[in-house]
């Protein structure tokens, strides 16, 4: 059995909510996926007096859309 093991880094992207950290996966150079940072998610939900479920969807969309 093969495995591959991605390089992974953070980044910031501009989100409607402003600016939040998603975490990236790369192999070959190619952007596979990008997750929202949960801890960052949580604080941009505080901040703003939204469900964190909402703030984690849209971001990800946002890091969908962008990366």
Do not use: S
């Not at 390089?7 to 190619?30: H, P, S, W, Y």
């Amino acid at each position: 059995v093969y495995r591959c093991e991605a390089e992974r880094e953070t980044r910031k992207i501009a989100t409607r909510f402003g600016e939040a950290i998603v975490k990236v996966k790369i192999i070959d150079g190619r952007i596979l996926q990008a997750n929202p940072e949960y801890d960052c998610c949580v604080e941009i939900a505080g901040k703003l007096q939204l469900p964190v479920i909402d703030v984690y969807r849209q971001v990800a969309e946002d890091a969908a859309r962008i990366l």
